[in-house]
């Protein structure tokens, strides 16, 4: 030992422990060369030899305001025989000792010295010792001090024992052996697995951190199958249960997981064992996610599921470790069990035109939106294979009962009208005059974004998602398009005009004489009517920084930006992508709106459409593409419609003029009757528009304001006191959601435990999600299980604390604790309490 290191703990006594006499036996006199080398600044050496009698004379009475430093060589006398027994007793005795020094260092009792000399090689380095002074307290025993000595030994910086095991865990998951190396090198490794047998019950001979993982997986599995006669480790059930939820090491118990479930054929033994409903509150392999979600779609497939049960399973998994794995999956059961709930709970007839539209947009449009949000799910479904039955049942009542059986009531309802024309506030052609013009004002700016194809059921659901955002207030309503439902006709019906007309021979659309055609075109038609206006790109817009923007739009009190995400994908070989441009819509008109509001300070923005569209997953059967005379009269076609003039008919198209749809000239239009096709060459089949289809027709209208006291929020729960005191290791806490979720009542994700008063976690970690827009307060109760991840009995008569953890806003982490809902119980628990 340096003679530095000698000289830094004397000073210890003489500074920090205000001592003035030490005595120091060197039994071997080992250490005489170090004594003669040290020099401490106002303490006196003094060499104890064959002077005792002038050594207490001169401490007691020549210099008694003095320090000193006494060296005795040689072994300490019996009491009986020591003449500087007084001085000992009255003062310090000094050993130079490395575990006397480390002793002393750590400020430990002595009593934990044999401690120190079994570990001996732990001791001797400073950085061991260096980083154990900040972990040990002057009360620590045996098993603390052992424990803590683990985490330096591992480079924990806690002495947490779940920490150590995370960080050990980890090392295997990355295939390193470091944090074990050094446990044994210091001969950590023994004790380090007694304690894992005493806090988890995982003994064996040879035990390995796989083997460990193997056991911890099991344990939880059966316990949480409550197989019978098996008692397993409460907890050890709980620290896998945190191992979940642990932030940093989530992911490494995702990797380990799948290890473990792949190494033993998890999936096989389920399936051969297990039920599905027996499995519900189980997560500790992704397997058991993959059975639960097969029973699911078999039982959804032989309609042995209701709407209602299916959500209600699905939001027990919800708060499970790997339900974001499926996410997609349990999408796809809700919105798949959502169809067939409306194909056996609503009928419809179409008794006039104004029955057929209010119907469509109460409740027919359902059918639409639930279609698209079952596809969509599914295409994202890396084994959507499963699904098969269920999709043949959905495609079927979609394409054959509802697409055909609405359009023909619909179609037959078409030759009672006398002219395409509706009120001046659905009528797509008053648009202009009707919406746009009474927002403008003399100061006012507005911008219109016009989505291509963003039909009615689309608004519903973009009108939903910007209801949800701060500062936002939506009105949602519908139009109804001009026919032919196209772009050419639609794009021209929402710009100001009095008039529009085909020019002789072209398929170009002119209003009041001006050609619509393109961007460029429409800007002149917009400054013929308001002079501070342009139409542009919503991609050029959305690739404008601030200033830019700003600077560009300052002469401008009207935009009309355009967004071609849906039509420009409902092309052949990207028909079938359709329902994915219709996400990537929604994403692109929020940064729109959030972009006009935040970086122009422009507050009104209106959404609409030029048309909609037919979509069926399946291909169109033969039966449904009809042969109509195609010449050189024919200007403009697609499958759904053709222009042109004194244009020859057919059996499977209605003939209309111009006059009929509200245009001017000569032109004249076929319009495809239901959901008939016209054989032609180019183009798809599924992707389809241009017909008179409620789809095709109704259009999304959507007016957005800025009103910057409207802040949205996360939805409010409170906590049900049932007992102030927790008297066995179950504890039951009801949760109730206050609110249903809507508009700016968002839904809320909770992480919810038991801690001391420490905060440390005494029970398992449950997550739960608030996002029921139910209004039925029967419907808005989640009770919690807690259990205990030890005997509480040792805690009776203290407090614990319901601690709720919420996610800050932007983040995926709980990190924002919410005090003002926890709760706080007294534990009371008698001996033979009840046991989980």
């Not at 050990?168 to 490794?189: A, P, S, V």
């Not at 519908?478 to 085909?502: F, K, N």
């Not at 008939?676 to 959507?702: C, D, M, N, Y």
């Not at 949205?712 to 206050?738: E, G, H, Y």
């Amino acid at each position: 030992m340096s003679v530095e290191t000698i000289a830094a703990a004397l000073k210890r006594l003489y500074e920090e422990q205000d001592r003035s006499v030490v005595v120091w036996y060197d039994e071997e006199e080992s250490f005489r060369a170090s004594y003669e080398a040290l020099q401490i600044d106002g303490v006196e050496k003094i060499v104890a030899e064959r002077n005792l009698f002038w050594i207490k004379y001169r401490i007691y009475y020549e210099a008694p305001e003095h320090k000193y430093l006494v060296y005795v060589p040689g072994p300490r006398p019996d009491n009986r025989d020591n003449w500087l027994l007084d001085l000992v007793l009255s003062s310090y005795e000094f050993k130079a000792d490395a575990s006397s020094m480390a002793i002393r260092e750590l400020g430990l009792d002595v009593r934990l010295k044999p401690v120190l000399e079994r570990y001996g090689a732990f001791f001797k380095m400073e950085k061991n010792r260096e980083a154990l002074r900040a972990l040990v307290e002057p009360l620590d025993d045996d098993e603390s001090l052992l424990n803590k000595m683990m985490a330096v030994a591992a480079g924990v910086k806690s002495d947490a024992f779940e920490e150590l095991l995370y960080a050990l865990l980890d090392e295997l998951h990355r295939e390193k052996k470091t944090r074990c190396n050094r446990l044994e090198k210091f001969g950590l490794l023994k004790p380090f697995w007694e304690r894992v047998a005493r806090e988890f019950g995982y003994r064996n001979d040879e035990p390995t951190m796989m083997g460990l993982v193997i056991y911890l997986f099991d344990n939880r599995f059966r316990l949480c199958v409550r197989e019978e006669g098996f008692e397993g480790s409460k907890r050890a059930s709980l620290f896998v249960n945190h191992w979940m939820q642990h932030v940093k090491y989530r992911e490494t118990f995702r990797a380990l997981s799948r290890q473990v479930e792949e190494e033993l054929g998890i999936e096989k033994s389920l399936a051969a064992g297990h039920a599905a409903d027996a499995l519900l509150e189980c997560d500790t392999y992704e397997a058991i996610d993959r059975l639960v979600i097969r029973e699911l779609v078999k039982r959804l497939d032989a309609g042995g599921i209701t709407e209602a049960q299916m959500a209600e399973i699905i939001d027990q998994r919800k708060a499970r470790f790997w339900y974001g794995e499926f996410s997609h999956y349990y999408d796809a059961l809700l919105w798949g069990a959502a169809f067939l709930f409306l194909q056996e709970n609503l009928p419809f007839e179409v008794k006039s035109i104004a029955q057929g539209i209010e119907g469509y947009v109460s409740q027919w449009y359902r059918f639409d939106y639930t279609y698209r949000k079952y596809l969509f799910a599914l295409t994202h479904c890396a084994n959507g294979a499963i699904f098969d039955a269920v999709t043949g049942r959905i495609e079927k009542f979609y394409t054959n009962g509802f697409l055909g059986g609405l359009s023909d009531a619909w179609y037959a309802q078409l030759g009672t009208l006398e002219t395409w024309a509706f009120s001046r506030e659905t009528d797509q052609k008053h648009f202009f005059a009707q919406h746009v013009q009474p927002l403008l004002g003399e100061k006012n700016r507005l911008c219109v974004i016009v989505s291509d194809a963003l039909r009615f059921e689309s608004g519903v659901e973009l009108n939903e998602r910007l209801g949800r955002e701060n500062a936002i207030r939506t009105e949602f309503g519908h139009m109804i398009a001009s026919l032919p439902s196209y772009t050419q006709l639609g794009m021209a019906s929402l710009l100001p005009h009095d008039r529009l007309s085909y020019a002789e021979g072209r398929a170009e659309v002119y209003a009041d004489g001006h050609s619509t055609q393109g961007t460029l075109n429409r800007t002149k038609v917009l400054q013929r009517r308001l002079p501070e206006s342009i139409a542009m790109q919503a991609s050029d817009f959305l690739k404008m920084k601030r200033d830019e923007a700003r600077a560009f739009f300052k002469p401008y009190r009207l935009v009309y930006l355009y967004e071609n995400s849906i039509d420009a994908r409902g092309k052949p070989p990207t028909e079938d992508q359709v329902f994915e441009a219709t996400e990537e819509c929604f994403g692109r008109i929020t940064r729109l709106v959030k972009k006009l509001h935040n970086e122009l300070q422009w507050r009104n923005v209106l959404i609409t459409a030029d048309h909609g569209y037919l979509y069926e997953k399946s291909d169109v059967d033969e039966s449904r593409f009809c042969q109509v005379p195609r010449d050189e009269r024919w200007v403009d076609s697609n499958k759904r419609m053709a222009i042109g003039d004194d244009l020859e008919t057919a059996p499977c198209v209605l003939k209309y003029d111009a006059a009929f749809l509200g245009i001017e000239g000569t032109t004249q239009f076929l319009i495809a009757k239901s959901m008939q096709r016209i054989r032609a060459k180019g183009g798809g089949s599924k992707f389809v528009h241009g017909g008179a289809t409620l789809q095709e027709v109704v259009i999304p209208l959507i007016k957005v304001n800025r009103k910057t006291e409207l802040r949205s929020r996360p939805v409010d729960f409170d906590v049900i006191r049932s007992s102030s005191a927790i008297t066995s290791n179950l504890f039951i806490v009801t949760f109730l959601q206050k609110e249903p979720v809507h508009e700016k009542i968002l839904p809320q994700h909770v992480q919810v435990s038991i801690c001391d008063e420490e905060g440390n976690v005494l029970s398992d970690v449950h997550e739960l999600v608030f996002d029921s827009s139910e209004s039925d307060p029967e419907k808005m109760h989640r009770k919690v299980t807690f259990r205990f991840s030890r005997d509480l009995t040792p805690l009776n008569g203290r407090s614990v604390v319901l601690r709720i953890m919420a996610r800050a806003q932007g983040t995926n982490e709980f990190n924002k604790e919410l005090t003002e809902k926890s709760d706080r119980y007294t534990v009371n628990i008698s001996f033979g309490a009840e046991e989980w």
